[in-house]
């Protein structure tokens, strides 16, 4: 990394720090919650980020483009001057809002003192609105745009791949055409773990996923208190327990559990841990080892197959990139029960668990000291018929139908003896938790996730209670 490049890297993570380390107060009760929501996160455009600027659907002057290839061609090298802030000025006089992308995803890497405040300034005169004065102003802009919905400009990956690739070489492989939306996607703060599989504990300035971990019994397990938030998966009559605990620092986990090969991410900022088969493939398709690319997708995490380096949409499973994209490879879903390490091993008590080690030494819980006010990296418009922050039971009907199950409403009723179901899908407790089966009994694919983070890659979902 050059010495331009690794400045840039050291100023964001500054700047991720700060807003990390800002002290929030969490809030269990529901009113005051959504009440929070609101403030943080309008649901209407129109009402709470003003109107949408004009936005032309011309092609790029021949003077914008030279302006657009000098500045992102020259981040590797010649660091940032008058050229490149005459290149900005170009910008502005073309009027063309689309480029506040772009804008953007420069603000994303340059963050603070001069050149922060000539972008700001570059994407206040193109949308009119004013930023300069404001605290995280990338996030601000993000979010106007993502509400607004503001068209990419012609070549958008094509420079967004460049300035990825000038920080981080090792991203240039994942910017390829697909069906991803390269708008939404920004740095999450962290470089990409493109370790070789099998190399658990190889340090990496990266969040390091764990292969093929090394598990105890629960008998064994003294170091997790009861109370301590695991994640349950069962598969073939095999039970595993993977403590959130460990979850925060590795975020991935490329498992085999009763027989089976699962790639099991966890996003910390949508509380959501998923479990993946990574076999069965159709033929010629070796087995996906997931990792983290330190990318983000409106507040997800973006995972990526180290083999093939395609993209997958890690709330549906599905790669979007790449390779695997080609072969329309979609990855079936194991269930996932949130619940506490107490309950769990109470209802299966022949469950094996990861090893303490796995941890660190960490033992963080992010919603409560990070984001509790709302996500922390923009997604535009949420849906408010929940808070964000409240957990819900994801699940797709046989009909294609995602639903939304309310956890805290679906404990409530099943604790009073009733019969949560949806077309072929019935709610079952297990260990404390929640679960999905279909109308034989077996156990559908399902996590739970924060309403924000399903009803952003779920928009028709539906609610229940409704």
Not at 7 to 29: E, G, K, Q, Y
Not at 77 to 86: D, H, L, T, V
Not at 314 to 332: E, S, Y
């Amino acid at each position: 990394m050059s010495r331009f490049n690794l400045n840039v890297f050291l100023t964001s993570l500054f700047f991720v720090f700060i807003a990390a380390s800002m002290p929030v107060s969490a809030d269990s009760d529901v009113s005051a919650a959504t009440s929070i929501a609101r403030a943080a996160l309008p649901k209407g455009a129109a009402k709470d980020f003003g109107p949408a600027p004009a936005v032309t659907n011309a092609a790029l002057s021949d003077d914008v483009i030279q302006a657009l290839d000098f500045i992102f061609g020259s981040l590797e090298s010649s660091g940032w001057g008058e050229k490149q802030k005459a290149g900005l000025e170009t910008i502005v006089e073309s009027g063309d809002v689309r480029l506040a992308w772009l804008i953007a995803d420069l603000m994303r890497f340059l963050a603070g003192g001069r050149i922060s405040d000539e972008l700001t300034v570059t994407a206040d005169k193109l949308l009119g609105t004013n930023f300069s004065a404001g605290f995280r102003r990338w996030n601000q802009l993000t979010n106007h745009l993502m509400a607004w919905d503001i068209p990419a400009p012609p070549d958008y990956l094509k420079y967004k791949r460049q300035l990825f690739a000038a920080v981080s070489p090792e991203w240039e492989a994942l910017f390829s055409e697909g069906d991803i939306d390269w708008r939404y996607v920004s740095w999450g703060g962290v470089n990409i773990d493109d370790r070789e599989f099998e190399t658990t504990d190889v340090r990496c300035n990266c969040i390091p996923a764990a292969d093929n971990p090394k598990v105890t019994s629960a008998k064994e397990a003294t170091w997790l208190s009861d109370d301590a938030i695991v994640f349950g998966v069962e598969v073939n009559g095999k039970y595993r327990a993977y403590p959130r605990q460990i979850m925060e620092v590795r975020e991935m986990v490329n498992d085999t559990l009763g027989g089976r090969h699962l790639g099991i991410p966890y996003c910390t900022l949508c509380g959501s841990a998923q479990a993946w088969f990574t076999d069965d493939l159709p033929e010629g398709i070796e087995r996906p080892v997931l990792r983290t690319s330190g990318l983000l997708i409106r507040s997800n995490k973006v995972m990526f197959d180290l083999n093939t380096m395609s993209v997958f949409d890690t709330f549906r499973g599905n790669a979007v990139t790449g390779p695997l994209a080609k072969r329309d490879l979609q990855l079936k879903q194991a269930a996932v029960v949130t619940t506490s390490w107490g309950d769990w091993k109470l209802a299966h008590p022949e469950t094996t668990v990861l090893i303490e080690a796995l941890a660190l030494g960490q033992n963080l819980d992010f919603i409560n000291n990070r984001d509790a006010k709302g996500p922390i990296f923009p997604i535009g418009n949420a849906d408010l018929r929940l808070a964000v922050h409240e957990n819900i039971l994801g699940v797709i009907t046989q009909s294609g139908t995602p639903w939304a199950f309310h956890v805290p409403s679906l404990i409530k009723a099943l604790n009073a003896g009733e019969d949560v179901m949806v077309e072929n899908v019935k709610i079952l407790h297990d260990a404390g938790g929640v679960r999905a089966v279909n109308s034989k009994g077996k156990s559908l694919g399902t996590h739970q996730a924060f309403w924000f983070a399903w009803s952003q890659f779920y928009p028709d979902t539906q609610l229940w209670p409704e």
